[in-house]
């Protein structure tokens, strides 16, 4: 029997507010769905060239299309949870567990994770570390050896007390992290500093009994990775820390376009058993922040709780210096919060799981084969080169809905072919960034030598679109503050606020309680000169940034 230590009410798990405005006919309608809201309206009937009889006809279809069906995604700017909740329905990325608090994790969505995976199992192995699996339940006696971590996760903690029938003599704790574990198994490979560093990553799931859930930012059971590491020495673990989150910073940027902020997490918000904690913190289109991934530097908090020693290289018994780190699915919740507009979806090229839908054009049943020829065709020289391509040559939806539908999944570009287009030997070619007539290219060669450069070209420039331009939110909404009425002003207008800081703990949580808004961190990039906390008046050698947070 599995229990947990606080049950939360079962209302508060999932948002009541969704089941109540969409009942269950409607969700299980969304398996296919016209999917149109506002956003798609305006681009899509932009996007259809005036020269081309079948794409004029095809125009009405999208029209009809838009009256037949419903407006099942919320605008952004009019509610943003429901926005982001209709996101994931319509773009098919996750459904609802039967347990509440739970997901599944449909083929779309487990893509983008597995981009993810990707890319940091590359960096993991390129910077020593090996792939293992430890087991998902974990004796309570180990939690309870670590004080301030079963402090900090008791609330959490899904407990297993019958197995097999019978009431266990001990009860077993369902992983909701695995430094315990770890540690007891540390404690039976490491001998001598010959050992060391032992440096170790896994895959795997968590569960956390959260109060309050919402899909892929925070549920009942996430997947993630953790690596841990072993040291001699405490700068070595401190490099590995650092070294990690760097890691996490460059993905950020380079894969999910998403340009988080680095930094130090304050002593109130450092996890449960760590010294020092380092995160990257994302702003969301929201512009609330997301915690997107933290490094811990953990001392000897849990090497001195389960005696994880070894012999140094005069013979002395130390106790090792230790680290741990994760990013979990809540970054493809981030993705989506980042780049996402009123049509759907928006993704980086470099992580989604198609970068170029062709959809085919026809209007008579003679067009047909040679359209069909001339998309797999133009599908076989982009897979060959590497490019992750969908053709859809289904003939059960028009191709205005296709086109529709291909938008609110976020796919990066998409090649139509019609009948002149293959008379023509060319493509027209749309970004799914650029609404309109203005992100769609007409004339584009099927030659192999000319169409391959330039969708890669395109895939860059969207990839460093999508940078760019959160970069551009993100500064806009971050104000410089150096009084406590300052913060309070910007926190209420919905921004972050950056500021210098040296006051206490107990004042780090008044301004929570007063403002709902934490340190999200203490930035790596820091304003030279003198500083003076902006609530105590006292000398300050950092700035802090404040913000409300998921």
């Avoid at 994790?105 to 983008?112: D, E, H, L, T, V």
């Avoid at 009994?209 to 040291?231: D, S």
């Avoid at 970004?431 to 030659?447: A, F, L, Y």
């Amino acid at each position: 029997m599995v229990s947990a230590l606080r049950l939360p009410s079962l209302t508060s798990l999932l948002y009541p507010s969704l089941v109540r405005r969409y009942p269950v006919a409607l969700r299980r309608r969304h398996r296919i769905r016209p999917l149109l809201a506002s956003g798609f309206s305006a681009q899509s009937a932009a996007s259809s060239p005036p020269d081309t009889v079948d794409r004029v006809d095809n125009q009405k279809s999208r029209v009809q299309d838009r009256v037949n069906s419903d407006q099942v995604i919320t605008p952004r700017s009019q509610d943003f949870n429901a926005w982001y909740l209709d996101v994931i329905a319509n773009a098919e990325l996750a459904d609802y567990g039967p347990v509440r608090g739970t997901m599944v994790i449909r083929p779309y969505g487990y893509a983008i994770w597995e981009a993810i995976q990707e890319y940091l199992n590359v960096k993991f192995k390129e910077t020593g570390h090996s792939n293992m699996y430890f087991p998902q339940f974990i004796p309570y006696s180990f939690i309870e050896k670590e004080a301030s971590h079963v402090e900090g996760f008791s609330p959490e903690l899904a407990l297993v007390t019958i197995g097999g029938g019978k009431e266990l003599e001990e009860k077993l704790v369902v992983r909701p992290t695995s430094e315990t574990i770890v540690n007891h198994m540390f404690t039976q490979w490491i001998h001598s500093y010959r050992d060391l560093p032992l440096m170790i990553n896994q895959w795997a799931n968590v569960t956390r009994w959260e109060m309050r859930t919402k899909p892929f930012v925070r549920t009942l059971e996430f997947l993630w990775q953790e690596g841990h590491t072993a040291h001699a020495t405490l700068e070595e673990a401190e490099k590995e820390a650092l070294q990690m989150i760097d890691v996490y910073t460059k993905f950020a940027y380079e894969q999910a376009a998403i340009p988080v902020i680095a930094g130090r997490k304050s002593k109130v918000e450092t996890f449960a058993g760590a010294t020092k904690t380092y995160t990257i913190e994302a702003m969301m289109g929201d512009r609330k922040a997301l915690q997107a991934g933290t490094s811990h530097n953990l001392g000897q908090n849990f090497s001195r709780a389960f005696e994880t020693q070894f012999t140094d290289e005069i013979g002395q018994r130390q106790h090792v210096w230790q680290t741990s780190w994760a990013i979990s699915t809540r970054f493809v919740g981030g993705i989506i919060m980042t780049h996402g507009d009123d049509a759907g979806l928006m993704l980086p090229p470099k992580v989604a799981p198609i970068q170029v839908v062709i959809v085919p054009i026809w209007k008579k049943e003679d067009d047909k084969t040679e359209v069909l020829n001339a998309a797999s065709s133009v599908m076989e020289v982009l897979k060959t080169a590497g490019l992750k391509v969908k053709l859809d040559n289904s003939d059960q939806r028009t191709p205005g809905w296709k086109f529709n539908f291909w938008e609110m999944k976020g796919v990066p570009l998409r090649i139509e072919i019609g009948p002149r287009d293959v008379s023509s030997g060319s493509v027209v070619i749309s970004r799914r960034d650029v609404p309109g007539k203005q992100g769609k290219v007409h004339g584009i060669s099927m030659e192999s030598s000319i169409l391959v450069p330039y969708v890669e070209e395109k895939l860059d420039d969207i990839q460093s679109s999508l940078l760019q331009r959160a970069i551009s939110f993100r500064d806009s909404n971050i104000v410089d503050v150096s009084s406590y009425e300052e913060l309070k002003t910007a926190i209420s207008s919905g921004k972050w606020a950056r500021g210098p800081w040296s006051a206490s703990d107990a004042d780090e949580l008044k301004v929570k309680e007063e403002t709902g808004a934490t340190i999200r961190c203490f930035p790596f990039e820091q304003p030279q000169g003198s500083k003076t906390c902006l609530l105590t008046g006292n000398p300050a050698e950092e700035v802090a940034i404040f913000a409300k947070s998921y």
